[in-house]
């Protein structure tokens, strides 16, 4: 999955500038170079923050810190790239907040969405601006002399053929609960609106990485599943601990990542092997996880493991939820009755009352954060769907193709399985690449502790392709 800039640039020599040698990779080097190997036309979509440039401490040998001037020419370098290498009708989401006025008074700060503006707009490839997203946040450090800042803003251009600007979106798959509850609203949810109100990437969280600028899964999730579709190629220049690549991945989209630091390069590998490459085999890994391991770290031969997600398959009934959904959801549903039928999903995941359902969707939001903001009766269909697909290819596979399926997902998911002569290991059972930190400082040393992360690190150690 890391491959350093020689071997990307030579792949991509090799094969006539065919992505398929090189997508599904982190590119450890400078995108303004490697960007300019890859073909016109390639890439579906693009969702990246750039660094501010502000004096942030990324490790590895760049500085974050550059003369005015020339920080606005190497972004317009990489800007004059990325509208390249997009395709016509294809999204780019420029998510940025501000950089500092240099030289001048102190406190005076410049938008970059705005400073940027003009080269999205610039020909060649001039793109139009179809959306701007505000991310508002909570938390932060407090100002003293001014508001605190709570938001960034995301600016959604569109790369148009001709005069014809037609971006996929795909609104249904990114439907929220809305807040009142009335009849004449959409059954399914509301269009989410382009004001996004997300945490910050807290630490001890699964998401938490060395990486001082994450953004939150979800805001990439919401992003890559209304605008692009599956095994379509997302990228993201400047990639940093790989959300995107990660959200992408865990979407069934190709992806591709490029990030000057190999620290922060190697870490997003280890992050991503923590990731199935589409949802149902994320609702897999999660029952394994579950219902093989009990949710702790371990080891169990092949055919153990088999066993145990075969008596989970046996153990569930699924004839009830289905009913459940296609009596609320069926075509004569009377408008007054949607008040009651929305609230009474809200209650079965409210309450957690047992149902299959309602843990399996449980299970998936550890990888899909933006479950949460579905109203009851989507989170239900779309958990029931997963969980069928799940039960089904368990309940009547026999015990080769246990094995056969176990295999897969360890190969999946390198940083948190491993098949070792017969038997399958669990290095740790969620996804945490640092430890949570107690008030008090100190380390817990249960499951996601010290010693899990001792064990990760040994289990999986990503390599760098050498040049040749
Ligand atoms: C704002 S952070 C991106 C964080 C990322 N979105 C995440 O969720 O982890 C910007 C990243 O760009 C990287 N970077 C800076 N200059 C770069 C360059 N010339 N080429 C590639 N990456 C670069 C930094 O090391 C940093 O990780």
């Known amino acids: 999955m890391l491959i350093t800039l020689n071997e990307f640039t030579r792949r991509l020599g090799e094969d006539a500038g065919a992505l398929d040698a090189v997508e599904n990779h982190i590119v450890v080097g400078d995108c303004a170079e490697a960007l300019?190997?890859?073909?016109?036309?390639?890439?579906?979509?693009?969702?990246?923050?750039?660094?501010y440039n502000i004096d942030k401490d990324y490790k590895g040998n760049h500085k974050d810190r550059k003369a005015l001037d020339a920080y606005l020419c190497f972004l317009q370098a990489v800007i004059d790239e990325l509208k390249r290498v997009l395709k016509p009708h294809g999204s780019l989401f420029w998510q940025t907040g501000y950089t500092q006025v240099q030289n001048g008074t102190a406190?005076?700060?410049?938008?970059?969405?705005?400073?940027?503006?003009?080269?999205?707009?610039?020909?060649p490839n001039q793109m139009i601006l179809w959306d701007r997203i505000i991310w508002r946040y909570f938390g932060g450090l407090a100002f003293k002399r001014k508001y605190t800042n709570k938001h960034e803003t995301i600016l959604w251009y569109v790369k148009p053929d001709g005069y014809e600007a037609n971006p996929h979106f795909d609104v249904d798959s990114v439907r929220e609960r809305?807040?009142?509850?009335?009849k004449r609203n959409n059954f399914w949810g509301r269009n989410p609106g382009n004001v996004w109100e997300v945490d910050r990437v807290a630490f001890g969280t699964t998401e938490q990485s060395s990486h001082i600028a994450v953004y939150p899964e979800e805001i990439a999730e919401k992003i890559i599943r209304a605008t692009s579709k599956a095994g379509q190629l997302v990228l993201d220049p400047f990639s940093g601990s790989g959300t995107t690549p990660k959200v992408a991945r865990s979407l069934g989209r190709r992806w591709l990542g490029i990030e000057i630091s190999p620290e922060y390069a190697r870490e997003s590998v280890r992050r991503i092997g923590f990731q199935q490459p589409n949802e149902t085999a994320a609702l897999c890994s999660a029952v394994v996880k579950s219902k093989a391991f009990g949710?702790?770290?371990?080891?169990?031969?092949?055919?153990?493991?088999?066993?145990?997600?075969?008596?989970?398959?046996k153990s569930v009934d699924l004839a009830g939820s289905k009913r459940?959904?296609?009596?609320?959801?069926?075509?004569?549903?009377?408008?007054?009755?949607?008040?009651?039928?929305?609230?009474?999903?809200?209650?079965?995941?409210?309450?957690?009352?047992?149902?299959?359902?309602?843990?399996?969707?449980?299970l998936l939001t550890a990888d899909y954060k933006n479950r949460r903001n579905l109203n009851g009766v989507r989170r239900y269909q779309?958990?029931?769907?997963?969980?069928?697909?799940?039960?089904?290819?368990?309940?009547?596979a026999t015990d080769q193709d246990l094995a056969a399926l176990l295999a897969q997902l360890a190969a999946n998911e390198p940083s948190s399985f491993r098949i070792v002569r017969g038997s399958i290991r669990l290095a740790a059972a969620d996804k945490r690449l640092k430890p949570p930190v107690r008030g008090n400082g100190q380390t817990p040393s249960a499951p996601g502790g010290r010693q899990d992360l001792k064990l990760q690190a040994k289990e999986y150690q990503p390599a760098l392709l050498p040049d040749d």
């Open 36 to 51: 300019r190997h890859m073909p016109d036309s390639s890439v579906d979509l693009i969702h990246t923050s750039p660094p």
């Open 107 to 123: 406190g005076d700060i410049l938008p970059i969405d705005i400073v940027t503006y003009p080269f999205f707009r610039n020909p």
């Open 178 to 182: 809305s807040r009142e509850l009335d």
């Open 295 to 313: 949710g702790r770290p371990g080891t169990l031969p092949i055919e153990e493991a088999g066993r145990r997600i075969r008596i989970w398959a």
């Open 324 to 362: 459940l959904l296609s009596t609320a959801s069926r075509k004569s549903l009377p408008k007054d009755a949607k008040p009651e039928v929305w609230e009474s999903f809200e209650r079965i995941f409210d309450n957690g009352t047992g149902d299959p359902v309602v843990e399996a969707d449980a």
């Open 382 to 396: 779309t958990a029931l769907h997963l969980l069928q697909a799940v039960h089904a290819s368990v309940s009547s």
